[in-house]
């Protein structure tokens, strides 16, 4: 069965330091993968997706993510945190079956 | 504007008392579902639908009833809520299973 670890509830940079949110995934087939953002008060928004082909996929607001396979990971980074990044976020794996399954969530904090 | 049009946004009601939270997509996708959201435990889907008159489970569909009669329309209906559904509510749309999907604003609801 397929499952989504987000490690790490709660993540707090600095303005203008390294974003690295983390999912792992598992899954029994090539897997298509999500990064969702959710603003306070707000749904969710896709970031980004892999589907196939190139492995480091590039997002919306200068996010980004990297699938490896043979780590089963498809951490979402941003090399310079905004204030505005702050948020809560969701990594979603689906397999083509019936549904889409979401990690836990990592809520991102930006410290002044 | 494509979206997805969830309400209300915010419900208060008592146990026992029936309720239905609509949820309206205009970009004519076939697949609709719906979750919801608690502390520490990301997304849950409740029940999906793939095309009309079709409907399915997802991973929490106890004291939860849908219908899908029409392709735009996707109401969650709560027969006799209790306090454990107190919860936020997600709807969303996405052409098939594997891309994009676009999520209501939410409706949070509290059973008392």
């Known amino acids: 069965a397929q499952s989504v670890t987000q490690l790490g509830s709660h993540v707090s940079v600095s303005e203008g330091a390294l974003v690295l949110l983390r999912c792992n995934y598992s899954?029994?087939?090539?897997?298509?993968l999500f990064w969702y953002v959710q603003y306070p008060n707000q749904g969710l928004q896709l970031l980004l997706k892999?589907?196939?082909?190139?492995?480091l996929v590039k997002g919306i607001n200068g996010f980004e993510a990297e699938f490896k396979k043979s780590e089963t990971s498809f951490h979402l980074t941003k090399p310079s945190a905004h204030m505005s990044d702050a948020a809560e976020y969701f990594c979603a794996v689906s397999e083509g079956a019936s549904k889409i399954i979401f990690g836990s969530g990592t809520r991102l904090s930006i410290r002044p | 504007e494509a979206q997805v049009t969830q309400n209300p946004r915010y419900l208060i009601t008592v146990t026992g008392k029936k309720l239905t939270v609509t949820c309206s997509q205009n970009m004519n996708h076939e697949y609709m579902s719906w979750y919801r959201q608690d502390p520490g435990l990301g997304l849950r889907q409740i029940y999906y639908s793939m095309n009309v008159e079709v409907t399915d489970k997802g991973d929490v569909p106890e004291g939860y009833k849908v219908s899908r009669k029409e392709k735009r329309n996707f109401p969650l209906i709560l027969e006799s809520p209790s306090p454990n559904q107190t919860s936020l509510y997600f709807c969303?749309?996405?052409?098939?299973?594997?891309?994009?999907?676009?999520f209501g604003q939410g409706t949070r609801l509290t059973v008392v």
């Open positions: 892999y589907t196939t082909g190139a492995t």
């Open positions: 899954s029994s087939v090539p897997p298509y």
């Open positions: 969303a749309s996405s052409p098939t299973l594997n891309t994009e999907a676009f």
